[in-house]
């Protein structure tokens, strides 16, 4: 493969985690919308939550007997187009039910890409273009909130927003489907990295799973997901409807919350080797709880700060915890605890961020601050119990 194709790869493989992205910060400023539309209560987002994180743990689950039988290329190619029926489902759903199914077909799509793009970076390029890759992911976060607002202030429903998600990602497939023979697992990373199993030996996930720190590992990075989804999600409603916030100001301070995030992780990736990767765990959780506490604050612009602050400070937490895995788990098991991570993050959100929406509906708007900041302090703890065991 020439350079140019590379790099013509690399750009839609960007550019697809940027559509990616879109959806998750989309949900939160079309939220209240969306329950007037069907008469639901302000919890039911849990439902729809759990419907897309149930399709999107079941498809990368299986990716990778997917990616052996019918290749990268193609994978990504239906997953794209299944995401983006799932979108324009949303745009014509006649009943909330339909909806739950287009969300069930939207996170199946998301999953599969998620994991195909990874998988085809991890074993044909190096650390920095992944970074970038999630960092692009955080940008197109950003600008959710920013092309909802946009709808809003055209005065259009919020299925425009949807259409428009649809669009870009049929798009993508459209792009995918002209370079699909192009999309090939390569052998540029050493065996380990290609597959990280083979550095697993014969360790089942059963012996994993009697390691005390992997289950402190799950539940820290359950907590923590919720965390950084629970942040993503509810602010806005928050600022609208129980401090009459202005859409617009408030839909800008959501999308800087996911901006924070992706400025966040580019930053500390040139950072982290020079603190510390403990330290800096450390020092942001404690940012986290710190920003958490500003909203709770009923001051608009001390609230405003800490959403912003709460975004910077989750950014590099994914990373950095993966990376620390193996010291902690051991290398044997680090493949298995990884992914045991990975698929406890993918609960976490909808889990602890449908908590917060129950919490809300029974106690109102105002539990979103105090919620953050208990489960930032959560966080925290579980953290610090990990690194007093490892000592």
């Not at 993508?172 to 699909?180: G, I």
Request: aromatic residues 10%; hydrophobic residues 55%.
């Amino acid at each position: 493969m020439t350079r140019g194709q590379k790099i013509l790869l690399i750009g839609i493989a960007y550019a697809g985690f940027i559509v990616l992205g879109l959806p998750n910060g989309l949900l939160g400023v079309a939220w209240p919308s969306i329950r007037g539309s069907f008469g639901i209560s302000l919890d039911a987002v849990g439902v729809l939550l759990i419907a897309t994180t149930t399709g999107y743990l079941l498809s990368s689950f299986s990716s990778g007997p997917l990616i052996s039988r019918i290749g990268v290329g193609t994978l990504l190619t239906v997953s794209s187009l299944i995401a983006g029926v799932g979108f324009l489902g949303y745009s014509v759903a006649p009943t909330w039910w339909f909806m739950i199914l287009c969300g069930l077909l939207a996170g199946a799509g998301a999953g599969a890409i998620d994991a195909g793009l990874n998988s085809y970076f991890a074993t044909n390029h190096g650390a920095n273009l992944m970074n970038w890759l999630h960092a692009f992911f955080g940008f197109g976060a950003m600008l959710g909130p920013i092309v909802m607002t946009a709808v809003f202030n055209l005065g259009r429903s919020w299925r425009w927003g949807y259409v428009a998600v649809g669009v870009l990602q049929m798009l993508f497939t459209l792009c995918l489907a002209l370079t699909r023979g192009r999309w090939r697992l390569g052998g540029t990373q050493p065996s380990s990295q290609a597959n990280p199993a083979q550095g697993a030996g014969k360790v089942s996930g059963v012996d994993t799973l009697r390691l005390p720190v992997v289950w402190f590992g799950i539940a820290l990075f359950f907590v923590f997901t919720g965390v950084e989804g629970s942040a993503g999600q509810w602010p806005y409603s928050l600022f609208t409807e129980a401090r009459g916030v202005a859409p617009g100001v408030a839909g800008l301070w959501v999308s800087i919350y996911w901006g924070s995030l992706t400025v966040g992780r580019m930053l500390f990736g040139l950072v982290t080797d020079r603190l510390g990767v403990v330290r800096t765990i450390r020092l942001c959780m404690v940012g986290v709880a710190l920003g958490s506490a500003c909203i709770w604050c009923n001051v608009a612009i001390v609230s405003f700060v800490g959403l912003a602050l709460v975004g910077f400070c989750v950014a590099p937490l994914f990373p950095s915890l993966i990376s620390v895995t193996p010291g902690r788990a051991g290398a044997a098991h680090a493949a298995n605890a990884i992914g045991f991570q990975v698929a406890s993050a993918s609960l976490g959100i909808p889990v602890i961020s449908g908590l917060a929406g129950v919490l809300a509906e029974r106690m109102g708007l105002e539990i979103v601050g105090p919620f953050l900041l208990a489960t930032s302090v959560v966080m925290l703890v579980l953290h610090e119990a990990i690194v007093r065991r490892q000592a």
